[in-house]
């Protein structure tokens, strides 16, 4: 055990850098619901204990993924599928 190696952590995304932005307007578009901007400042009020995760710059790869595995993503895209209503129905 004191010698082994961790377990790898894959990363199953088939898109890279979704931004939140893109995300919110993509919802917002399914719900007819409208989608603003808000100043940083008013990011704690508004999200409360999710305004450091909406506020973080984090893309993901599954790039690392892929290449180990020999794995390709096959399904639909993120904002392809919330255009759908896939998360809706």
């Not at 290449?67 to 993120?78: D, E, V, Y």
Request: charged share 20%.
């Amino acid at each position: 055990m004191e010698n082994e190696a961790p377990a790898p952590r894959y990363h199953a995304s088939a898109e890279e850098a979704i931004t939140v932005k893109s995300i919110a307007e993509a919802i917002g578009k399914e719900l007819n619901l409208p989608v603003v901007s808000i100043a940083p400042q008013a990011a704690a009020e508004h999200f409360g204990w999710f305004a450091h995760m909406a506020a973080i710059d984090c893309p993901a790869s599954s790039e690392w993924t892929q290449q180990t595995l020999n794995w390709k993503p096959i399904g639909p895209a993120l904002l392809e599928d919330i255009a759908n209503g896939i998360y809706t129905k």
